[in-house]
T-cell receptor, first 111, second 111 residues
Framework: ETGVTQTPRHLVMGMTNKKSLKCEQH?????MYWYKQSAKKPLELMFV???????ENNSVPSRFSPECPNSSHLFLHLHTLQPEDSALYLC??????????FGEGSWLTVV | EDQVTQSPEALRLQEGESSSLNCSYT??????LFWYRQDPGKGPEFLFT???AGEEKEKERLKATLTKKESFLHITAPKPEDSATYLC????????????FGTGTSLTVIP
């Protein structure tokens, strides 16, 4: 059971496809995050939203496009991805500046 | 430069064999240090937050401690269900929502 829900849990997409990852948090937090987790690497922060406003974008390629319609929902739109983008994508939330809580992740495979 | 270094990379213990995991960090003016547990195929699960040197937190067989340069996660009499990857993260001052993660320690407890 988690306060942060991610869908889908698994996604396989071709390099020309367009897909989206969805995240919803039920914790009443005001900040939401996307992280990328690859084998043998530290978690990489991709995007941060505070009160629906994007506050950080860590040089992420434009083929990843975030959307935060409200403080409870976060999307990651994917298009023309590369095989090296295959990874576990983690959504997280926090009350700004405090402990972050993660969802179960979305496993993405680009073929 | 590396902000957070975890060691060892992997650890195998016999059930009941106590040990410690290390997390060393280079940020100054630490705002918080966080420990997470991650099971295969799942998102990280929050364990502890430590804020100042000398602080200790406990949960079942786990105890986290903090000094000015490193943190230890002590595991007392581990059980096979403690097998997981343990992640450490630090939050530097004036960075808002920026958390720096280590690459984790993969713990296997053998019955």
């Amino acid at each position: 059971e988690t306060g942060v829900t991610q869908t889908p849990r698994h996604l396989v997409m071709g390099m020309t496809n367009k897909k989206s990852l969805k995240c919803e948090q039920h914790l009443g937090h005001n900040a939401m995050y996307w992280y990328k987790q690859s084998a043998k690497k530290p978690l990489e922060l991709m995007f941060v939203y505070n009160f629906k406003e994007q506050t950080e974008n860590n040089s992420v390629p434009s083929r990843f496009s975030p959307e935060c319609p409200n403080s409870s929902h976060l999307f990651l739109h994917l298009h023309t991805l590369q095989p090296e983008d295959s990874a576990l994508y983690l959504c997280a939330s926090s009350q700004r500046g405090n402990t972050i809580y993660f969802g179960e992740g979305s496993w993405l495979t680009v073929v | 430069e590396d902000q957070v270094t975890q060691s060892p990379e992997a650890l195998r213990l016999q059930e009941g064999e106590s040990s410690s995991l290390n997390c060393s960090y280079t940020v100054s003016g630490l705002r918080g240090l966080f420990w997470y547990r991650q099971d295969p195929g799942k998102g990280p699960e929050f364990l502890f937050t430590l804020y100042s040197a000398g602080e200790e937190k406990e949960k079942e067989r786990l105890k986290a401690t903090l000094t000015k340069k490193e943190s230890f996660l002590h595991i007392t009499a581990p059980k096979p269900e403690d097998s997981a990857t343990y992640l450490c993260a630090v939050q530097a001052p004036n960075t808002g929502n920026q958390f720096y993660f280590g690459t984790g320690t993969s713990l296997t407890v053998i019955p």
